[in-house]
């Protein structure tokens, strides 16, 4: 069973504006982390940012944000003002509790393309 | 500044050959992972080691072993290599405090003739 689903094979976004990329992720675990990351065409993953489960408020770090519906088991993530640079994969990842034996999986990743 | 390291960066080899796969970092993380990735396509867990003398099998089928005798180095091999073992293969790590996020080698793109 699939446990990090992300619905949006691939998006468009117009430079300067707003976008969301959904995540969502299935555990019985109660401790648990969720991860965004980047890779650019370039190949290498870059770390984006971080919620943990017990975290009460929603985690932004620069122009990136994070959507965390705990009951609803989705993590989306929302990036403001988009750049050309943004274009990339932007994969989810759940590090899982000790259900999951601690590893971290991702999901199947969606495409992002800004358009000038 | 990349603190962890894969050995060789591409590698075409024949089928039937053992390969290993190096992965060393230099951070003193615990935990380290192996990921089979094909171009554009999501990550798969195949191994990862919670220290030394750990390792585990990841959620994805692999003919594909590993080690952990230090810290430092977790080598992926495979004993025979096969045409459907052409992928890239991404190692990372991570300290085990839940909110570190993994950082990742620049992978090894295999091609198996």
């Known amino acids: 069973a699939q446990k990090i689903t992300q619905t949006q094979p691939g998006m468009f976004v117009q430079e300067k504006e707003a976008v969301t990329l959904d995540c969502t992720y299935d555990t019985s675990d109660q401790s648990y982390g969720l991860f965004w990351y980047k890779q650019p065409s370039s190949g290498e993953m870059i770390f ?30 929302v990036i403001s003002a988009s750049q ?21 999986i991702f999901g199947a990743g969606t495409r992002l393309f800004v358009k000038a | 500044e990349a603190d962890i390291y894969q050995t060789p960066r591409y590698l075409v080899i024949g089928t039937g050959k053992k390969i290993t796969l190096e992965c060393s970092q230099t951070m003193g993380h615990d935990k380290m992972y192996w990921y089979q990735q094909d171009p554009g396509m ?13 390792t585990e099998k990841g959620d994805l089928s692999s003919e594909s072993t590993v080690s952990r005798i230090r810290t430092e180095h977790f080598p992926l091999t495979l004993e025979s290599a096969r045409p459907s073992h052409t992928s890239q293969y991404l190692c990372a790590s991570s300290e085990w405090a839940e909110n570190q996020p993994q950082h990742f080698g620049d992978g090894t793109r295999l091609s198996i003739l």
Do not use: W
């Not at chain 1, 975290?55 to 989705?74: H, I, P, V």
């Not at chain 1, 050309?84 to 590893?103: N, T």
């Open chain 1, 48 to 77: 984006l940012i971080y919620q943990g489960s017990y975290d009460e408020q929603n985690a932004t770090e620069g122009r990136y944000s994070l959507n965390f519906q705990k009951a609803r088991k989705s993590a989306n993530l």
């Open chain 1, 84 to 104: 050309l640079g943004d274009s990339a994969m932007y994969f989810c990842a759940m590090r899982e509790g000790p259900g999951g034996g601690f590893k971290t």
């Open chain 2, 42 to 54: 999501e990550l798969h867990l195949i191994h990862y080691s919670y220290g030394v003398n750990s």
